[in-house]
């Protein structure tokens, strides 16, 4: 059963995602010239939890081990 949502961010500042690639821009399903550039993030287990999650709390606090509270 889902008891509740939660938002996590990546956080790439400690995770050190610095490789920048260049992805190709699509306009209506069609690869265009265009470029932009994107962010490969590295796989780690940082994250941010979105501390709006306020309504969740004590759910949130069941689950979050105690060495990050």
């Not at 059963?1 to 400690?14: G, M, R, S, T």
């Amino acid at each position: 059963d889902i008891i509740c949502a939660v938002n996590i961010q990546h956080n790439c500042l400690d995770s050190q995602c610095t490789d920048i690639q260049q992805q190709p821009v699509h306009q209506e399903r069609i690869e265009t010239s265009r470029t932009k550039a994107t962010v490969k993030h590295k796989s780690t287990p940082n994250f941010f939890l979105n501390v709006y999650s306020v309504h969740n709390y004590a759910h949130i606090q069941r689950v979050v081990p105690g060495t990050l509270r």
